[in-house]
């Protein structure tokens, strides 16, 4: 059993490694340190074909990447970053770009997005999942949502790792996880529910495997819940289109 106390979002956000002030700050759109790199995705090309793009990005540290993407995209794009610091250096914000300094386990937006990221921003978080179901209702009906997710940082109310029971969970509700890159990806908006109640996060964890310290985030299961997946897109080879009923359990 673990004697740590887990610190809820208001104390969280006030430690030094949740307000972590490094990671993600100097990453742009393309090149070595950047978005593309990354998630693995072209980015402007899954965007510029739409009339009027829309992108949400979470834990967006200086903005760099909507920054540079919006010269390329069409002027009606609605670009829109969250960070709970945001930029630390003074920079012009392009029309198309709003900057919203807040909490990401609190704010909610009034729209949909096509593309929603959040590049190494999760480990940040203490209610991780709470903020993938929420991200997933974000998303439009044929919208990409990509994030670097450590299965790991996900514990059991004993400590005990909670990382097979979370990945499955995710898995049923739609959801397709690269262990290889820590990639977890959804296509297609839709309600998600799953099978567990958050309990607080542990600041004190540890690096993780980008070797900063990180966050762990604790969990207890709800026995019986039901994960409700709705389909509206292609899938990854890991994402399966079927409902099912996951326990929680590892």
């Keep these: 059993m673990r004697n740590r106390a887990l610190v809820q979002a208001g104390d969280l956000e006030q430690s030094s490694v949740a307000a972590n002030n490094t990671m993600n700050r100097e990453r742009g759109l393309t090149g070595v340190n950047s978005y593309t790199r990354e998630l693995g995705l072209d980015l402007l090309a899954r965007l ?7 992108w949400l990005d979470l834990c967006s540290g200086e903005g760099r990447a909507l920054r540079e993407a919006a010269p ?5 794009a609605v670009l829109t970053a969250v960070d709970l610091v945001g930029p630390l250096v003074p920079t012009p914000t392009p029309a198309a770009m709003e900057e919203v300094i807040a909490s990401v386990s609190s704010w909610t937006p009034d729209r949909t997005y096509d593309l929603i990221t959040c590049v190494h921003g999760l480990h940040y978080v203490g209610d991780q999942l709470g903020l993938l179901t929420r991200a997933a209702s974000w998303l439009a009906g044929d919208g990409l949502l990509a994030a670097h997710f ?3 940082s996900i514990r059991h109310a004993d400590g005990s790792t909670a990382a097979k029971a979370a990945v499955s969970a995710l898995r049923a509700a739609g959801y397709a996880y690269s262990p290889r890159h820590h990639r977890l990806t959804l296509h297609g908006g839709r309600p998600v529910r799953l099978p567990f109640r958050y309990l607080g996060a542990d600041p004190s964890a540890g690096p993780n495997y980008t070797g900063q310290p990180a966050i762990a985030s604790y969990y207890t299961s709800v026995a019986g819940a039901v994960v409700r997946s709705q389909p509206s897109g292609r899938f990854g080879p890991e994402g399966p289109s079927h409902h099912r009923s ?3 359990s590892a």
């Design 48 to 54: 510029a074909h739409r009339p009027a793009p829309s």
């Design 72 to 76: 390329a995209l069409p002027a009606d």
């Design 150 to 152: 450590d299965p790991e």
């Design 246 to 248: 996951v326990n929680g």
